[in-house]
Nanobody
Framework: QVQLVESGGGLVQPGGSLRLSCVAS????????MAWYRQTPGQQREYVGF???????SYKESVKGRFTISRDNAKNTVWLQMNNLKPEDTAVYYC?????????WGQGTQVTVSS
């Protein structure tokens, strides 16, 4: 069993930055592909990006060049650095860990981009 705890959300003005963290409990963090998703009220959860076990990253087109995902396996932590935030980035952001048929979700952290 893996527990994921996100933090770092909050209110930020357009053009600002936030860094979300996701800390995983348990061992073998390095075998998990880690991803970030987001969800707004009434909408389906959408993929933001992922980082593979070897550090390969991929992002949703609308966040490319603004968001960066990184991980530190020694700290069981993955980060989502968000720069040049836009109002449309407002959502609850979720951390996801996946390996083979095992998948885990965090509880989410709210990000609000507003002036």
């Amino acid at each position: 069993q893996v527990q994921l705890v996100e933090s770092g959300g909050g209110l930020v003005q357009p053009g600002g930055s936030l860094r979300l963290s996701c800390v995983a409990s348990g061992s073998n963090f390095q075998v998990f592909t880690m991803a970030w998703y987001r969800q707004t009220p009434g909408q389906q959860r959408e993929y933001v990006g992922f980082i593979g076990t070897g550090g390969t990253t991929s992002y949703k087109e609308s966040v490319k060049g603004r968001f960066t995902i990184s991980r530190d396996n020694a700290k069981n932590t993955v980060w989502l650095q968000m720069n040049n935030l836009k109002p449309e980035d407002t959502a609850v952001y979720y951390c996801n860990a996946k390996v083979v048929q095992l998948e885990y979700w965090g509880q989410g952290t709210q990000v609000t981009v507003s002036s």
